[in-house]
């Protein structure tokens, strides 16, 4: 089981980007996944999920109604496509899964994580 982030960089504040996690070794509409993110002297946030058991979607109150999750399950990749991003954004950005096939959201832990993307929201 493998996860990749990436599609970080800068962006001004109220801006956009998509970031991507490509995953391999497993089937990707099967499994929980989970989008994290970590600011610099902060803990690490859970910010959004896609269940493996029907594909819902959770998002933490922070990024509701700016972030959206999806996944391509023909290209074995997940989406978090973010919007209206704001300075407290900034943060490096992680996607993870329990690697058990229909997990609902959040699992009960997240047992393999890829290498996280820098994005930063400034001016």
Known sequence: VQLQASGGGLVQPGGS?????????????YYAIGWFRQAPGKEREGISCISGR?????????????????RDNANN?????????????TAVYYCATDGRPGSSCPPIRYNYWGQGTQVTVSS
Do not use: I, N
């Open 17 to 29: 980007l998509r970031l991507s996690c490509a995953t391999s070794g497993f089937t990707l509409d």
């Open 54 to 70: 029907d594909g819902s979607t959770y998002y933490a109150d922070s990024v509701k109604g700016r972030f959206t999750v999806s």
């Open 77 to 89: 990749t997940m989406y978090l496509q973010m919007s209206d991003l704001k300075p407290e954004d």
